[in-house]
């Protein structure tokens, strides 16, 4: 086996056997019933399970190693009409992510300009008269033909992939539809009358028998063509974006790292670090990997991981995680898990299984198309016995079945899904709500129960001083300006937010201390304007002597009960005032819960921090529903609990801690505020960081997946309205140019109305 065979697979012990893992990038998808198929003949073979992802285009597969290998699973899925290879090992340049990703779209952009370049003046001389010169009919042959052949060779391909496999898709329908309307118009040019010098197509929408020899419908082979690889350009570029959450999780880390070696400062790519290695950790840098503290003391920033908003504080002796942020004093920590071992790897993984695990929406087209095609199939096949048992010729009776073939290929359908997802998410961008793709829109209306992170999502994410309580011998200005000169030279987070108050509150410079020094786990003590300044923890005034009085106990029990966090201000050898920090809720938190319930959707708060917090933050939004001290793997397992009841979940989520519960969620909303692997593991971003966006969003959504509901059920129906003409041999180039220059103008114009939408209505 190869090394990267061994990367990629595992193994574990089942049952007597060995049961062995792999994924496998599949190329060749057009749709999500093509991932369905290959999945199917998969889970056929003996010993196999698998789970196919058309949005990231890879199968993650468990298997009996010593009943299949895994080149016998690649040849099921070739034989099947795909591709299949083990993928190469994750880029971690930002570089090489985008050039892997220029070269996934290379192909497909290639087409669709050669296809726009060359169809739009055949249609231009198809639909306009007085650009019909002398043989133009033989120019637009010439520019059709590499339109029909190498532009649309991906729907030609897929139908014939499709056909080999009893199924019909919209790949079908254009490949057939598009077919036809070209050899149709190569015959009538060659052994027709349409290559006549002189030849027009006269600008009249009468319904009448046509001689088929005589008609061509360039135009309408061009046109599909360039209209649905649009489509689909657009929607590929959004789901190459899928997989882009691991890629952030990636980037997280720490990319190097100060290992001691025999009393050394050396420094190494954090890939080097092997358990039991000592490394160095200064403030302000992120810890490299997992382990436990055994010289110094810091405040570590792990609300990134964990969503708790409060710094931890650590010790030697107590244990740290990869790429938190040291946020205090230097620490020297010995690593005790690397590589796939440590808890951002593991997550990493968390948010691969649930992208794997989650289902592609089918696209709404295939699901139509599948019954449209064999009936329309049929429909040309009857037309044809018909008119040949009537005697009426060959030529008229092949004139009319391809009429039926040319008639039933959509334009529109082409236009369907992408102008509503532009004009719907271009709306949204200006919103500050960002859609990933038409997979996301049809889950937006089976949801009913909205699951909401707190930290940076409910509440804003940092730490910020609420109230201040004083003694009636200082005023607030008195304890802030103190208490502030001497939080202002600590790098505590918690610290920094009292100094930031006491900045804004006095509106002047804080003085600046004559004397400061850190107690670690305590707070901080120093001497400012004369006086000798006690800032922490209630036990730091206790090694002083100093007591709370009365009052000022009762104010810190209460702020602790409300899971606030309270500092105590002394000087002088007195117990000044209580200080209560806090991770604030969003002024703009509890509108939204009502706005949310307005949908039909049940909030739910989940997060990591402690229950009293929860609980209060809950409350003070108008949420009843609350899991908290959650560990950021078991977000996932509370979202798939919900699921498990049979609710229909979206999750609201802005930290690396949510990454894997948004990517397993039915819908994932993040933050725009938050992490990229959120950003990237959701369906919608909402950049404003305003959780009222999170409504305006699921409306957007459901208001868009409408407009394509409506679109798709018009392109088939102005062409349905069309085929009983072409049936009855009544269908001319002129009627066949309408129907899909109006089909294509409703659709457009519907789509438009989706500029009006406005947020909070």
């Known amino acids: 086996m190869s090394a990267q065979t061994a990367a990629a697979t595992t193994g574990a012990a089942i049952g007597n056997g060995l049961a062995a893992e792999v994924e496998l990038a599949i190329g060749g998808m057009t749709c999500a019933s093509c991932a369905a198929r290959i999945e199917k003949k998969l889970n056929r073979m003996d010993g196999v399970e698998a789970t196919v992802n058309y949005a990231t285009e890879k199968a993650r597969v468990s298997y009996r190693s010593e009943d299949v290998s895994v080149q016998d699973l690649i040849a099921t899925v ?76 991906p729907f030609h391909r897929a139908a014939w992939t499709n056909a080999r496999h009893g199924a019909a898709t919209m790949d079908t329908l254009i490949s057939v539809g598009t077919s036809a309307a070209f050899l149709w118009s190569v015959w009538a040019l060659f052994f027709g009358t349409a290559g006549m010098t002189g030849m027009t197509h006269p600008f009249e929408l009468t319904i009448g028998r046509t001689d088929g020899a005589g008609n061509i419908y360039l135009e309408a082979a061009a046109g599909v063509t360039a209209f649905i690889l649009a489509g689909r350009y657009f929607e ?93 004093g230097r620490l020297v920590v010995e690593a005790t898990r690397v590589g796939a071992d440590t808890q951002l790897a593991r997550m990493a993984k968390l948010v691969e299984d649930a992208q794997n695990g989650k289902a592609a929406a089918q696209r709404l087209a295939d699901r139509i198309s599948a019954v449209f095609v064999p009936v329309v199939i049929a429909l040309a096949l009857g037309t044809l016995g018909y008119w040949l048992g009537s005697g ?202 009502g706005r949310l319930r307005a949908l039909g959707l049940t909030p739910i708060l989940l997060t990591g921090d ?42 609201v989520g802005d930290g690396v801690n949510d990454a894997a519960a948004l990517a397993q969620a039915d819908l994932g909303l993040a933050m725009g505020t938050g992490t990229d692997a959120a950003i990237e593991a959701g369906d919608l971003t909402l950049v404003r960081g305003d959780l009222r966006a999170a409504a305006d969003a699921i409306r957007l959504s459901r208001k868009t997946l409408g407009t394509i509901r409506t679109n798709l059920f018009w392109a088939f129906a102005y062409n349905v309205a069309a085929l009983p003409l072409a049936a009855m041999g009544l269908l001319n180039p002129m009627i066949a140019g309408a129907a899909m220059a109006s089909s294509s103008v409703f659709v457009v114009g519907n789509s438009l109305r989706l500029r009006g939408f406005r947020a909070g209505v």
Not at 257 to 265: K, N
């Open 78 to 153: 070739e034989k099947t009409g795909y591709t299949a290879h083990e993928p190469a090992p994750p880029a971690h340049t930002g570089d090489a992510a985008a050039t892997e990703e220029a070269d996934g779209l290379r192909p497909l952009r290639q087409r669709l300009t050669t296809a726009v370049v060359l169809a739009v003046p055949v249609i231009a001389m198809a639909m306009i008269p007085a650009l019909q010169f002398d043989n133009w009919q033989w120019l637009s042959l010439t520019l059709t033909a590499p339109v029909v052949t190498y532009a649309a060779w």
């Open 236 to 328: 590929a570029r959004s789901k190459r974006k899928a997989g882009a959450a691991l890629k952030a999780l990636l980037e997280l880390g720490a990319k190097e790292v100060t290992v001691l070696r025999d009393g050394r400062e050396v420094i190494l790519a954090t890939a080097g670090l092997r358990v039991g290695d000592r490394f160095l950790v200064r403030p302000g840098e992120k810890i490299a990997t997992d382990g436990t503290v055994v010289e110094g003391s810091s405040a570590v920033d792990a609300s990134m991981l964990t969503g708790e908003s409060v710094p931890v504080e650590v010790a030697v002796g107590d244990a740290v995680t990869g790429a938190t942020l040291n946020a205090g």
């Open 392 to 593: 009426e010729g060959l030529t008229a009776a092949f004139t009319a079945a391809v009429a039926v073939l040319i008639i039933a290929c959509p334009c529109a359908l082409g236009l369907a899904t992408p102008t509503a997802l532009m004009v719907g998410t271009g709306r949204g961008a200006q919103l500050g709500i960002l859609i990933k793709g038409p997979e996301v829109l049809e889950t937006t209306r089976r949801i009913d129960t909205i699951v909401l992170d707190k930290t940076g999502t409910v509440t804003t994410g940092k730490m910020t001083l609420q109230t201040v309580h004083t003694t009636d011998a200082v005023t607030e200005t008195d304890v802030l300006r103190l208490a502030g000169a001497l939080e202002h030279a600590s790098e505590h987070p918690i610290a920094q937010a009292v100094a930031t108050a006491a900045a804004q509150r006095t509106g002047a410079a804080l003085p600046t201390p004559e004397d400061f020094a850190n107690v670690p786990g305590l707070g901080v003590q120093g001497v400012v304007e004369g006086h000798a300044v006690l800032v922490g923890r209630e036990a730091l005034l206790a090694e002083w002597a100093i007591d709370l009085p009365v009052e000022l106990a009762r104010h810190k029990a209460e702020a602790e009960a409300a899971g606030r966090t309270a500092i105590a201000v002394a000087w002088d050898g007195e117990a000044r005032a209580v200080l209560e920090v806090a991770d604030a809720v969003k002024d703009t938190s509890a509108e939204a819960i």
């Open 610 to 651: 402690n229950r009293a917090v929860a609980q209060s933050v809950a409350a003070e939004v108008g949420i009843e529903e609350v899991y908290a001290e959650v560990m950021p793997q078991d977000k996932v397992d509370v979202v798939k609990r919900l699921q498990g009841e049979g609710r229909s979940v979206a999750m």
